[in-house]
């Protein structure tokens, strides 16, 4: 039997395990080999939209087979849901990862932060896109920048309105040659207006947003890359409610860079930041120079990352145990001394 031909294709979308790949110019239905499934490990082993996959062509050249993945440059991930928690891939192969947040009820820091510290993870350079600028009231507008520029150290954020198109232009000139986006955000955070706006069509469908919390309804249901007029590509992903971070080694570290700059002046180098003596960080804390709100957020996503490492990590899971182990024997230890020094 002769070897099937291989090309190069680009998966430009991707819903409940069917595939749209880019081969030579043609947009083309794919799946993928019965191989490839079955040697999945994880989520992570399959296509997600930005991959540069090999393919074969059947039907005429009208369908595709994808038969692998080639190594990606960056992927964006999220913590799946459930007990299991695996990773998400939500992106591969972008250049930036645009995080999406309404300037009305969906305005959200804590959420900001996680999004950013899983962009920052990806390998991608993160921009924080503040839409819906018409609907802040005014004397607010100061404030919300000021936290979100707190927020986001070494990100650029840009403030704008898709319906006015007031700033659209900036969100283009970081889309400008040729490059490849990400939108992420919350329900109503206006990533379909946007992308509609930059577009200059109807390229996602748009919903009403509620009053009371400023969230919409799932417009977008499947991740889609699209080739824009500017020259840019923007891979649309349905909203997300709940992010959790899956792996933020460096990622947690960049974004909040602050806190580790107040960190390299505390006096033990394995300092939690939490009452030890000499911490440099809580000495911020109480000169107002950091707020309670981001060190609150910044342990939490710590503490969220190492279980999440726990979990998948059998020999950090066994010390771990042990550790809990040694711990038992030294307050039953203790107790038994106390015991013996009363005379019981």
Known sequence: MSEQKMFKALVTAEQRGAYSVLQDGV???????????????????????????????????????????????TLLLRKGLGAAGDAQPLAANVDKVFIVMGLDGNYNIARLERLLTAAWDSGALPVVALTKKDLCPPEELAARLDAVALAAPGARVLCLSSLSGEGVAEVEGELAGGARCCFVGSSGAGKSTLLNRLAGRTAALTGEVRENDSRGRHTTTARQLHCLPCGGQVIDTPGIREFGVAYAGEGLETSFSDIGALAAGCRFKDCSHTGEPG?????????????????????????????????????????????????????????????RLRGG
Do not use: Q
């Open 27 to 73: 947009e083309l239905p794919a799946v993928i080999t019965g191989k490839l499934a079955g040697e999945a490990v994880s989520r992570l082993d399959f296509p997600v939209v930005g991959d540069e996959v090999e393919v074969s062509l059947h039907d005429g050249g009208a369908k595709a087979v994808i038969h692998g993945v080639l190594p990606r440059r």
């Open 279 to 339: 911490c440099a960080v809580a000495a911020a804390l109480a000169a107002g120079t950091l707020t309670a709100e981001r060190l609150k957020s910044y342990h939490k996503l710590r503490r969220e990352t190492e279980r999440h490492e726990l979990r998948g990590d059998l020999k950090k899971r066994l010390a771990a145990k042990n550790r809990l182990k040694r711990f038992g024997r030294m307050a039953r230890d203790i107790g038994e001394e106390k015991r």
